[in-house]
């Protein structure tokens, strides 16, 4: 069964930083472009960055410059480094993982994040 799990989330003032992290129970890990998204309350989700196997990353327009994705391939485990929080960086983080030509696509459980003084 796979598993996605998060971690890091909490509560942060503006300015601070926070790291996420995802853990994957799967096999092949590498193969897989794995993905953090957010959903904040009455919006709709939203990605935020996305790396693929090779490392090859990209971001959401808002978070540009101040995010960064990275993957530990030997740990079947992804990052988000998350610098310079404001307080519309609030809402629900969840790790995606996905191999499109396969119709591979899971999900983790969501950790919440808020920026707030």
């Known amino acids: 069964q796979v598993q996605l799990v998060e971690s890091g989330g909490g509560l942060v003032q503006p300015g601070g930083s926070l790291r996420l992290s995802c853990a994957a129970s799967l096999n092949i890990f590498s193969f897989y472009t794995m993905g953090w998204y957010r959903q904040a309350p009455g919006q709709q989700r939203e990605l935020v960055a996305e790396?693929?196997?090779?490392?090859?990353?990209s971001y959401a327009n808002p978070v540009t410059g101040r995010f960064t994705i990275s993957r530990d391939n030997a740990k079947n485990t992804v990052y988000l480094q998350m610098n310079t929080l404001k307080p519309e960086d609030t809402a629900v983080y969840y790790c995606?993982?996905?191999?499109?030509?396969?119709?591979?696509?899971?999900w983790g459980q969501g950790t919440q994040v808020t920026v707030s003084s």
């Open positions: 790396i693929t196997g090779r490392g090859s990353a």
């Open positions: 995606n993982a996905k191999i499109p030509l396969l119709g591979n696509d899971f």
